[in-house]
């Protein structure tokens, strides 16, 4: 009976919770303070060069080639003045220019064939698609200097020396192959339902490309568009040998400032900074887009 009239059992107390460790949020604290630090001396080593070269550029001649430098050493403008007015009286800016129409152009031209290229390998992939990007990849394998003679001929006969249009051509071309491997990557994200339903409105391929594909993957295509201005603003040896006084770009004008006598560093420290900013507006510029658009795919 007195089983019968027995209330029910009593519930047993809730388990205590573990015992969190008091040495997690220090190891915590630590690892992230090591990371920072590394990434603080990492941007240093990487942010030194330039602050160097830019200290050397603000010296003269003399300063600048003192062993050990003196950092205490007064600061002039000199350099920039020798920079700017080099080359008979028209200074730099011809050759800035040609580099800057030779760059931009050749970008463009790159994005144009490149996107239609990446779009029918990624998201209408063709037939053995991993082979065609592998072609295209080996074409960069073939060394420059080996096509140099052959491209000089070609543009002796057809009357193309220093001519910046052959540049355009040349840069276009060089770029092309990781300008469609890269992108075909990023293209590989965009969902394919958006496409459908283009398509279903009636969209056809230019629209769908530069409507539905080319917003999605904006990141992608300016992270494109950077690299391959960039290997094209600092391409020197074909414009070295093909181009003279008319189409002559940026880098070969900085070559005139390297002598045989008298000294030439602060001047020259001058002229690589002058000639470095344009890739530094344009990469500062875009580094949001950047950043977005090397780490595309990455996470899932």
């Known amino acids: 009976m007195s089983a019968l009239t027995a209330g029910p059992p009593e519930a047993a107390p809730p388990a205590a919770p573990p015992k969190a460790s008091s040495t997690a949020p220090k190891s915590v604290r630590r690892k992230n303070a090591a990371l920072g630090l ?3 001396v990492c941007g240093l080593l990487f942010v030194l060069p330039i602050l160097w070269m830019v200290l050397t550029s603000l010296h003269s001649e003399s300063d600048a080639a003192t062993n050990p ?5 007064p600061l002039t403008l000199d350099g920039y003045r020798e920079f700017f007015s080099a080359g008979n009286g028209a200074g730099p800016w011809p050759a800035l220019a ?32 991993r082979d065609v990007l592998f072609f295209f990849l080996s074409t960069k394998m073939l060394p420059v200097v080996a096509g140099l003679l052959p491209i000089y001929l070609f543009a002796k006969n057809t009357d193309f020396l220093d001519n910046i249009w052959l540049l355009v051509i040349l840069y276009t071309s060089m770029n092309l192959p990781i300008a469609v491997w890269m992108m075909q990557s990023f293209l590989a994200e965009v969902p394919s339902a958006l496409i459908e339903a283009a398509q279903i409105d009636g969209a056809r391929l230019p629209t769908v490309l530069t409507r539905v ?8 295509i300016a992270a494109t568009a950077l690299i391959c201005f960039i290997f094209s603003w600092n391409e020197m040896l074909f414009a070295r040998v093909l181009t003279g006084v008319v189409a002559q770009t940026a880098p070969v004008f900085l070559t005139g400032f390297i002598t045989s006598q008298g000294l030439f560093l602060a001047k020259v420290c001058a002229a690589s900074l002058v000639i470095s900013l344009p890739v530094l507006a344009a990469g500062f510029a875009a580094q949001d887009k950047l950043v977005q658009g090397l780490s595309l795919g990455a996470v899932k």
Do not use: D, E, M, Q
Not at 120 to 126: E, F, G, T, Y
Not at 213 to 220: M, N, Q
């Open 38 to 40: 590394l990434a603080w």
């Open 69 to 73: 430098p003196s950092l205490a050493a």
């Open 213 to 220: 594909v080319a917003p999605v993957a904006a990141p992608g």
């Open 98 to 129: 040609n580099s800057l129409g030779a760059s931009v152009f050749s970008t463009l031209f790159v994005l144009v064939l490149a996107l239609p290229a990446a779009y029918a390998l990624s998201i209408r992939p063709v037939r053995k698609w």
